[in-house]
């Protein structure tokens, strides 16, 4: 069986690891635009701190180790596939290097070609000292722009615009962060939780702007000019990061796909054409909190669907149980965690939802130390399912979030965490561990409004 698999950054690489797990003799092409494969994007912000020396550190495979996977792999780097006949089961590839054009068929192809950043429609987005976050080549022009530079504006408020808001506020630099289409963090948290973050970026320097559009860029050899729509702002040079959309053209009309254009695909990864897998920011999750589509670039969403997909394009076997889409960011010295539905969400999904927002220390008070909670937990009004959660401290929360996304997966209810079995030691928790509090406290709120 003929394999071809196109994109290899997360999905891909773990779908080709896996197929050759199974089948070291398959025959493989991967058909890959970069010169590289499998960066890790997230780390970014911790490579423009310092925190990480070399970019080069944050590649976690490469085209040899694929090559040396099986006699029949063939690794095709910067080689670009611009068109596909699903009917025919075949696709064209240009060689971005000598223009050469040939034509590859497949028994079955994997779809991992991944996302773009939004470019937002902005006059002067695409000028010298406007730069994009993305990609290893977006994270050394920013690290060599930076250099020379005393102020950096950040242009978005999603978790990239934060992490990097930080990173450069941790380096000297005088930072303006700009934002006001959506909330900060809208996509994770409720305004609550928000709030935190923006006061914690304030108190270390950041120059916030989060009720501000920007509408155009300018610049010239040394600085970039963002106009927005209350005032002008000077920058020795912006990056913007405004979000991910599925990079999908190339299927367009062969496979179903949704409206904000990612692949929608069944339990085994499948798309609509039974030859035809597909995974990773390319694609759809299953969102459990809402039992729909969504659209979730995350890596974690990425390595599990191109596992599954390597598994069941060799005969469906394994299901996909969807996601909750949990994610961490370090704030400071600060931990943010999320999984699920914020309340607004929720409400927008047209899900009979409420929320209930508790500050609780981690361990008792006659401890030598410890520390508070906040946490926001959202939950279905009608038949009190979990539906996401907030949770941000000082202290390390990223497995309690994970808790709450295996209960969220398991339609467990408020009233299953505020009673579920937890251990308790004073140098690690209360008597009744603060999730079982947080559960509580929407037990209480749900029976009042009864």
Not at 366 to 374: K, L
Not at 411 to 435: G, R
Request: proline share 4%; net charge negative; aromatic share 8%.
């Amino acid at each position: 069986m003929k394999i071809a698999v196109v994109g290899c950054t997360h999905a891909g690489t773990a779908a080709v690891h896996q197929i050759l797990a199974a089948q070291p003799d398959a025959q493989v092409d991967i058909f890959e635009r970069r010169a590289d494969i499998s960066f890790l994007s997230c780390g970014i912000a911790l490579y423009l701190e310092g925190m990480v020396p070399k970019l080069e550190s944050m590649f976690y495979d490469s085209p040899e180790g694929l090559a040396q996977l099986g006699p029949n792999v063939h690794v095709h780097l910067q080689h670009d596939v611009t068109a596909l006949d699903a009917h025919f089961h075949r696709f064209e590839v240009q060689n971005m290097v000598t223009g050469e054009t040939f034509t590859q068929d497949y028994d079955k192809l994997i779809v991992t070609t991944g996302s773009y950043p939004v470019v937002p429609p902005i006059q002067g987005v695409s000028l010298p000292r406007i730069l994009l976050c993305k990609n290893a080549d977006d994270a050394r022009a920013i690290k060599e722009t930076a250099k020379e530079a005393e102020t950096i504006a950040i242009v978005g408020g999603g978790y990239i615009g934060v992490e990097l808001a930080e990173a450069y506020s941790r380096t000297g630099h005088h930072v303006l962060f700009i934002n006001g289409v959506h909330r900060l963090l809208s996509h994770y948290v409720d305004e609550p939780i928000g709030k935190l973050i923006e006061a914690e970026l304030n108190q270390h320097g950041v120059d916030t702007h989060l009720n501000e559009v920007a509408l155009q860029f300018d610049s010239d050899e040394s600085h970039a000019y963002i106009r927005t729509d209350k005032t002008e702002h000077t920058a020795d040079f912006a990056v913007v990061c405004v979000g991910f959309q599925p990079m999908t053209e190339l299927v367009e009309g062969q496979i179903a796909t949704n409206p904000d254009g990612s692949i929608h695909v069944n339990d085994y990864m499948q798309t609509s054409d039974p030859d035809i897998y597909a995974a990773g920011d390319a694609v759809a999750v299953h969102f459990n909190p809402t039992g729909r589509d969504a659209y979730a670039p995350l890596a974690t969403n990425a390595v599990r669907q191109g596992k599954l997909a390597g598994i069941n394009v060799l005969g469906n076997r394994v299901k996909y149980m969807g996601t909750q889409s949990t994610s961490a960011m370090r704030v400071y010295n600060h931990t943010l965690a999320c999984t699920g539905l914020t309340l607004d969400h929720a409400l927008r999904a047209k899900l009979p939802a409420a929320a209930v927002t508790l500050k609780e220390n981690y361990r008792p008070e006659f401890m030598p130390s410890t520390a508070p909670i906040t946490m926001r937990l959202v939950y279905n009004t009608d038949n009190r399912r979990i539906l996401g959660a907030q949770l941000y401290s000082k202290y390390d929360i990223v497995q309690s979030a994970n808790l709450l996304s295996v209960m969220i997966q398991n339609k467990n209810t408020i009233d299953d965490l505020a009673y579920v079995d937890m251990l308790f030691n004073p140098h690690y928790n209360k008597p009744w561990n603060y999730l079982n509090l947080l559960g509580q406290a929407a037990v209480e709120q749900a029976d009042r409004a009864q």
